[in-house]
C-alpha cells in the first residue's frame, strides 16, 4: 500500500511508522514519555496513525496497543527516576536552556498542590508529558503514587489514541486523505482534560 499524504522529504508519516516497526515505535513512545530529546516526537499523531495503519492490517492492534502502553509507562517511569536522582544536581546548577531554578521550585509546588492529577493529566498534553515525570521524580512524589497514576494515563492516552485511529481506519475506507485533520483534532481534544481541571480549579478559587 501506497501513501502520499504528509510528505516530508519524499516520505509520508504512514510509511515513516511502517518502517519504524514495532520496535521503532516502542522506543518514540518510549522517548516522548520521559527523555529530554522526546518532545520532539509527535507523539499523539504517532499513536493516531499507527492505529490507522493498524486497521490495514501492518500492524496487530491488539499487540500494538500493549506495546506502546508499556513503552509509555516504562518511559515515564525512567523519567522519574532520572529527576528523583539529579533533582538535587540540577537545584544547585545555574539557569541553563532547559533548566531554570524557578521552573523547577514552581513545578515542586504544582505536584505538591494537584499531585496524582497532575500525573494523569500531563499524560494528554504534548511537551508538558516529556517533563512531568522527570519534575514529579525532582519533586520527589511518593513513587507507588506515581506509578498508579502513570499506569492509567499511560494506558489511557496510548490505548486511546491507538484504537481512536484504529476505528477511524476501520470506518472510512481511504480515510489517509484525512489524516491531516483528524490529527489535528486528536491533538485538540488530548488538551481538555487538562482544560478543564484549569477551569475546575479557577471556580474553586474564586
Known amino acids: 500500500m501506497k501513501y502520499t499524504m504528509l510528505s516530508f522529504d519524499a516520505i509520508s508519516l504512514p510509511q515513516f511508522i511502517e518502517a519504524l516497526g514495532y520496535a521503532g515505535l516502542f522506543a518514540v513512545v518510549f522517548a516522548e514519555s520521559g527523555v529530554f530529546v522526546g518532545f520532539f516526537f509527535p507523539g499523539d499523531s504517532l499513536l493516531f496513525t499507527a492505529g490507522l495503519l493498524a486497521s490495514r492490517g501492518v500492524f496487530d492492534i491488539a499487540l500494538l496497543i500493549a506495546l506502546l502502553s508499556a513503552a509509555a509507562v516504562l518511559g515515564d517511569s525512567a523519567g522519574y527516576w532520572f529527576g528523583a536522582k539529579a533533582g538535587p544536581t540540577l537545584f544547585s546548577r545555574e539557569d541553563s536552556l532547559l533548566f531554570h531554578k524557578k521552573h523547577l521550585e514552581s513545578t515542586r509546588k504544582f505536584y505538591a498542590r494537584y499531585g496524582s492529577r497532575a500525573v494523569f493529566l500531563a ?57 491531516l485533520p483528524a490529527t489535528i483534532a486528536i491533538v485538540l481534544l488530548s488538551i481538555l482534560p487538562i482544560a478543564r481541571e484549569l477551569l475546575l480549579s479557577r471556580k474553586r478559587a474564586s
Open 123 to 179: 499524560r494528554f498534553v504534548p511537551i508538558v508529558r516529556t517533563f512531568a515525570p522527570i519534575f514529579a521524580g525532582i519533586g520527589s512524589m511518593r513513587y507507588s503514587v506515581f506509578l498508579a497514576y502513570n499506569i492509567a494515563g499511560g494506558i489511557a492516552w496510548s490505548a486511546g489514541c491507538t484504537l481512536i485511529g484504529y476505528l477511524f481506519g476501520a470506518a472510512f475506507p481511504g480515510s489517509e486523505r484525512l489524516l
